[in-house]
């Protein structure tokens, strides 16, 4: 998704961050030196200075479709609205080994993996219009399919993954009405959108709504999103030869490669060997890192960032103390602060943030008693969760307004969410998909049926299913 939404542009000036001597021998990186972020002025007088997205903030499968007019070229074959992939059923590449594809940089394997799962979407929704509609040419099948593979994108984030991440009857209920409306799936599939967002969901709605402020993903939103702690050390490759089905337990491991091996062109080396069936069922099987303190990868400490165009840059950089200067830079809020503009109650003392004494003895050594110094990347590692919540409280609210505004202010998801715009077939495929799983069933039949026992593709695959409660979903306990 962060592939998909945003990717600050940057200044020409280079900028260097040194450890301090006490600090530098426990630093993979002494020093490091990167581009600032470029900077605007807004022309408003509340907020004078602003930043700059080179992505597309809109929920329009950029990550597989490009962000412009050239990177949209790239990706296209131009026959019968189709993306390209390679007859390997990989992602074609560039004489650099660079991935053709809507977004390349830095990226890692199992992104490509994604990419490829959607643009077979792609293609496959093209071939299903061209049998319906055989009077279509190459750009109405193509316009139509990117709207509605972006749909599906957009449909198994709300309702899927979100609610993996924040596993709670509430928030099950609450990402469900997003998308369906407090009426639910039944209701809207028979009688459209009615009666209002409450009742029908945001999607469907008559006019966009951007609340009088346009559309845009804010600073605040992308340092919420800052989880890299979420990468693990080494991907787990299995091994899918021996027939082995999950629910007699977890398939053998073939492999353990360091992520350094996984992301850029190497990744894409390792990704061909791997193949991409083997890499997501071993994605599937592997739980993500935890959004902790002490949990952050050292591999990020020093690794390669990339250009924009997905070539590899010179310096290298330490992932988290440029995170924290990114959010300085540009200004977002420290963690108290923050939580006063989102009406929360603010800490005052560390004992207020977590239980956990080790964290508090560190979060002393480097703030002393000053909480209002305390970074927001760090805050948001440091709080105590909500039981069923992977994200802490504070980040789970911007991750909400922006869940919904992503839905609300984009007329593909209000007034153009319809059968002239998407075709009657385009939207129906879109309303009978529901996970990711759905997917992956499409385009790797027998993968889940011989490998996962999870309900969803987002949880681990041979974890047992989810329960089935005979409670309806709105009478349950708000957990
Ligand atoms: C192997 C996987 C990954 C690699 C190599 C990677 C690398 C990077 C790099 C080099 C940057 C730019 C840093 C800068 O100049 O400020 C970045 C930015 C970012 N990454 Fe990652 N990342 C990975 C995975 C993730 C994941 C899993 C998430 C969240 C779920 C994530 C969220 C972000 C966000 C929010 C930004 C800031 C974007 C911006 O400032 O515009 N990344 N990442």
Redesign the pocket.
């Known amino acids: ?2 592939h998909d939404w ?3 542009m ?1 200044d020409t000036q280079q900028v260097e961050i040194e450890a301090p001597e006490e600090v530098a021998s426990m630093c993979p990186l002494k020093s490091f030196r ?2 600032r ?1 470029k900077k605007v002025l807004t022309g408003s007088s509340d907020i004078r200075i602003g ?1 700059l ?3 597309t903030p809109w929920w329009d499968g950029s990550v597989i479709e490009g962000n412009d007019e050239t990177g949209m070229k790239k990706v296209r074959t131009f026959r019968d609205g189709k993306l390209k992939i390679s007859g390997d059923g990989l992602l074609e590449h560039d004489e650099k080994g660079i991935p053709i594809s809507g977004d390349v ?4 394997a ?2 490509s993996a994604f990419q490829i799962l959607f643009i077979r979407e792609h293609n496959a929704v093209c071939d299903m219009l061209k049998e319906r509609y055989p009077e279509f040419d190459d750009e109405q099948l193509y316009r139509r399919a990117r709207l509605v593979t972006s749909a599906v994108i957009a449909k198994i984030h709300t309702i899927d993954w979100t609610i993996e991440l924040l596993k709670t009857n509430t928030l099950l209920a609450g990402m469900r009405i997003n998308w369906y409306g407090i009426m639910g799936k039944k209701f809207k599939d028979r009688f459209g959108h009615v009666f209002g967002p409450l009742l029908s969901g945001l999607v469907g709605q008559k006019e966009p709504e951007d609340h009088g402020v346009p559309y845009s993903l804010t600073e605040e939103f ?7 702690s ?2 693990p050390d080494k991907l787990v490759v299995r091994d899918t030869t021996g027939g082995r089905v999950s629910r007699q337990g977890s398939l053998q491991i073939q492999e353990e490669v360091p ?1 350094k091996e ?3 062109t190497k ?1 894409e080396r390792r990704l061909s060997e791997i193949g991409v069936e083997r890499m997501v069922v071993s994605m599937g099987h592997q739980a ?1 890192g935890a959004l902790n303190l002490y949990n952050y990868p050292v591999w ?1 400490r020093d ?1 390669v ?2 250009d924009t165009d997905g070539q590899d840059r010179a310096d290298l ?1 330490d ?1 988290p103390a ?2 924290i ?2 959010d300085r830079e ?1 200004g977002v809020a420290r963690y108290n602060e923050f939580r006063r503009n989102m009406l929360m109650i603010p800490i005052s003392s560390w004992g207020d943030l977590t239980d956990d004494k080790e964290v508090i003895g560190a979060l002393e050594e480097v703030y002393g008693d000053d909480v209002e110094k305390l970074d927001l990347l760090v805050g948001l590692h440091a709080e105590k969760k909500i039981s069923g919540f992977a994200i802490s409280e504070t980040a789970f609210f911007i991750f909400l307004l922006m869940a919904s505004r992503r839905l609300e202010a984009d007329r593909f998801f209000t007034t153009n969410f319809n059968a002239e715009t998407y075709t009657k077939e385009g939207l129906d495929w879109v309303n009978t998909t529901e996970t990711l799983k759905d997917v992956i069933d499409r385009h790797f039949p027998g993968m889940t049926s011989r490998w996962m026992t999870s309900s969803s593709a987002f949880s681990v695959w041979d974890s047992p299913p989810t329960r089935p409660s005979l409670v309806p979903l709105y009478l349950r306990p708000a957990t």
């Open positions: 998704m962060i945003v990717d600050h940057e990167f581009f972020s930043f997205n080179r992505r940089r830095n990226s890692w199992g992104v992308v340092g919420v999103y800052r989880m890299h979420l990468l992520m996984m992301v850029g990744g993500c990020l690794i960032p990339q950089i992932m440029l995170e200067y990114r540009r």
